[in-house]
C-alpha cells in the first residue's frame, strides 16, 4: 500500500487542485465575478493567492523529502 502511494503521491496532490478550479470556474460562470463589484474581484484574486502559495509549499515540501 505504501508502495502505491509513493508512486501517485503527485496525483493525489492534484486532485484537490482540480476540485478546487471546478469549483471556481464554477462560482464564475454563475456570476461571481458579472457584478463588477471590487470585492468580488478581491476574493477572487485573494484565493488564487492561496492556492499558489499552498501549491509551491506542498512542492517544496515534497521535493524536500524526495533529497
Known sequence: MNLFLKKFKLIFLLIPVGLFIAFLDGKI?????????????????????LVVIAIIIAILRYDKKMN
Do not use: E, T, W
Not at 460562470?29 to 493567492?49: K, T
Open 29 to 49: 460562470l454563475q456570476g461571481f465575478l458579472a457584478s463588477n463589484q471590487i470585492p468580488d474581484h478581491y476574493i477572487f484574486i485573494g484565493s488564487l493567492v
